[in-house]
């Protein structure tokens, strides 16, 4: 168990830079995701983390101790990867067993006659045994001890990689979408197992993906990154709620945020959306501005004219209707609850309206901008929820 | 519909026949060699094409063998020379092709084109310069003569190199992480992953340099060092005229030992070629 602190890390790799002074520090127990689209650097920082790659500049501290200069054998880390990686012709028991040996047995002792000749190396495999046994049925492999990798189904696999990462009792786990080899229902149950896992052993992970829903569901800290960089480190409700850059609004969320071209008027107010949204900007009057705003807090009511509705998704639960504004021509899309839009048809006219306190605003480059709102006069929206 | 089946029947059929032809004249002078080594001297040459001896003289002709010349010692350097230069190979050619197909180092592509250029060489450019440099040495007529110029095998890098290339980065960093060492990542992981193209590799080392004729002949002049290729040549110079039967039985006393080699590790030997049979 430790925490983790990496500092300014970057990476090049010819003339691409991968990682662009990448830091984020997070304490034991920790599970931080690190979620961002593909090829924005997150398995290259996993493998520095890891030491299977070294980074140009910046430190990696694990439980306050540097160990930028040290083996991935010896940084007490454990990794789980995409491919699973285990070795096909060893036994499932045997892959699980390796890490093990190879720590605990010096290279003499490993020899097979000496095993079985040594008292010494005898009582260490059987204690490995008992691990590797102990391992096994948490997991639920007991079964499938002497299969061989090629015998397992995806799932399996991904289980004996995890056993595999386990029975080292590591002070940090690195996972690097661990899941994504699998089916859609197995994913959801997996997902669930490695955060159940990660509660009874406490100890700090860093998983990787590029799937906001695993980032959301699992993590006590999320990290968003895009292209080398990392946009903002937060609790996954943060994150959604507080975003700190439009980009990581609009990677976390599904449906897609809402953004919507506007202008800073004389008092702060917001002017050119299209529809009202009250409080002030802390930015000067005339600056151009971006709206976002979730599809889930727009109240969309019947006729005012304010916009069309151009298509209609029913999820079953709850409906996404897409619209376009009169006045800015742009699509929005609001999520509804079916009993707020029965009866609801393509080409109909509606007009929204914004939860208080719920729009943001960024600057053109995508920087989170202060907003001011009024508290909610109760009774306001009554008519709608 | 059935049409398209008796075509395809048809089609195997020919195909069969192409083959069976193209077996038979491969096998012809074998299946010739393995009949005369069971005939008397007369009636090899007695100008008719039958397969089966009108008198068998199988026994006579294999003791011939056997007792004319010392067909057991070349059959035990046979096995001295290949296996020591099959051994050499691979301690050399593993580890280099495994840094040349998972290591990223300066002059990578420099070393790889080299070894690509070491595959247009033949022996026949390189023998002089080798046979004065063990001649300097006084290394002639000496097993470390027949060896070490085939200890490092180009070929067996290239082979190995291409083969580890689709052993999966993410199986050595799992090695890395936990604990193996870089010789044990490629005795332990590597090696056990690539069986298929050990086992080909040997089979054409093992093959190549049990029938080799050119280099021998050059290097050896003593009969107790001669392997199987250059015994037989000493066994028809030694006799006074040439004794086609005798010559023949050691003939196949010395090749059978390929053939069954071949036999038994055939299924890995075609697995080997196809480059298949890694991913897990
Ligand atoms: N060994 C390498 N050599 C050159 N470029 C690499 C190497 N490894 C990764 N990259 C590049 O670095 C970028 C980030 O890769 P990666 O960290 O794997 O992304 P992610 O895991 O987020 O999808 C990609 O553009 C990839 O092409
Ligand atoms: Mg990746």
Not at chain 2, 196 to 221: C, G, R
């Amino acid at each position: 168990m430790a925490s983790l602190e990496i500092d300014g890390v970057s990476k090049r790799y010819g003339d691409n830079l991968i990682l662009d002074g990448v830091s984020v520090d997070v304490p034991d127990g920790a599970f931080l995701t690190l979620v961002g689209p593909s090829g924005c650097g997150k398995s290259t920082l996993l493998r520095i983390l890891a030491g299977l790659e070294l980074q140009d500049a910046g430190s990696l501290r694990i439980g306050g101790h540097e160990v930028s200069h040290l083996r991935p054998s010896r940084r007490d880390i454990a990794m789980v990867f995409q491919s699973y990686a285990l070795y096909p012709h060893m036994t499932v028991a045997q892959n699980i067993a390796i890490p093990l040996i190879l720590r605990r047995l010096p290279l003499w002792q490993r020899l097979p006659l000496m095993a079985r000749l040594l008292p010494q190396a005898r009582s260490t495999l059987a204690r490995i045994d008992a691990e590797v046994q102990a391992a096994m049925e948490m997991l639920g492999l007991t079964s499938l001890a002497e299969r061989r990798p090629v015998q397992l189904s995806g799932g399996q696999r991904q289980r004996v990689a995890l056993g595999r990462a386990l029975v080292r009792q590591p002070a940090v786990f690195l996972l690097d979408e661990p899941l994504s080899n699998l089916d859609a229902k197995l994913r959801v149950h997996m997902r669930s197992e490695i955060a159940q896992l990660h509660g009874r052993l406490g100890t700090t992970f860093v998983y990787v993906t590029h799937d906001q829903i695993e980032a959301m569901t699992m993590s006590t800290h999320v990290a968003v990154m895009m292209e080398g960089r990392l946009l903002q480190v937060a609790t996954p409700s943060e994150i959604y709620a507080d975003p700190a850059d439009l980009r990581v609004a609009e990677f976390i969320g599904s449906p897609k945020i809402n953004v919507l071209p506007a202008r800073v008027g004389a008092d702060g107010t917001l002017t050119g959306v299209g529809l009202p949204v009250s409080g002030s900007v802390a930015a000067a009057p005339g600056t151009a501005v971006q709206l976002g705003l979730r599809p889930e807090h727009l109240i969309l009511r019947r006729g005012g004219g304010r916009g069309t509705v151009s298509a209609i998704e029913d999820t079953g639960p709850e409906r996404f209707v897409s619209l376009v504004l009169d006045a800015s021509d742009a699509p929005v899309v609001a999520r509804v609850a079916p009993d707020h839009c029965a009866g609801l048809r393509v080409g109909d006219d509606v007009s929204l309206a914004v939860l208080p306190g719920k729009a943001l605003v960024f600057d053109h480059a995508g920087a989170r901008l202060g907003f001011d709102h009024p508290a909610m006069t109760p009774g306001e929206f009554d008519h709608v929820r | 519909m059935s049409g398209g089946h008796r075509l395809g029947r048809l089609a195997r059929a020919v195909r069969l026949v192409v083959l069976t032809i193209g077996a038979a004249v491969m096998l012809a002078p074998f299946i010739w060699g393995l009949a005369a080594s069971f005939k008397p001297a007369a009636e090899i040459w007695s100008g008719s094409l039958r397969l089966l001896p009108e008198s068998f003289h199988g026994w006579e002709n294999y003791t011939a063998a056997f007792n004319r010349a010392p067909l057991g010692r070349f059959l035990v350097n046979g096995v001295i020379v290949c296996g020591g230069i099959l051994i050499f190979q691979l301690i050399f050619a593993i580890p280099c092709a495994y840094a040349l197909s998972k290591h990223r180092f300066a002059g990578r592509t420099v070393i790889f084109g080299a070894v690509l250029i070491g595959l247009l060489i033949p022996i026949h450019v390189t023998a002089i310069p080798l046979y004065l440099g063990f001649a300097r040495l006084g290394l002639l007529n000496t097993y470390a003569a027949l060896i070490a110029p085939f200890a490092i095998s180009v070929f067996g890098i290239f082979l190995f190199r291409q083969f580890f290339a689709a052993i999966p980065d993410d199986l050595i960093a799992a090695a890395r992480v936990d604990g193996f060492s870089e010789w044990a990542i490629i005795w332990r992981v590597v090696v056990p992953a690539s069986w298929p193209a050990i086992t080909a590799f040997a089979i054409f080392s093992v093959t190549s340099h049990w029938n080799d004729l050119f280099w021998p002949f050059i290097v050896i002049q003593s009969t107790d060092l001669a392997p199987p290729a250059l015994g037989v040549v000493y066994f028809r110079r030694d006799e006074s005229g040439v004794d086609f039967g005798p010559m023949m039985a050691a003939t196949v006393i010395v090749t059978a030992p390929l053939v069954v080699a071949f036999l038994l590790a055939q299924r890995r030997f075609i697995d080997g070629i196809t480059l298949s049979g890694v991913k897990g």
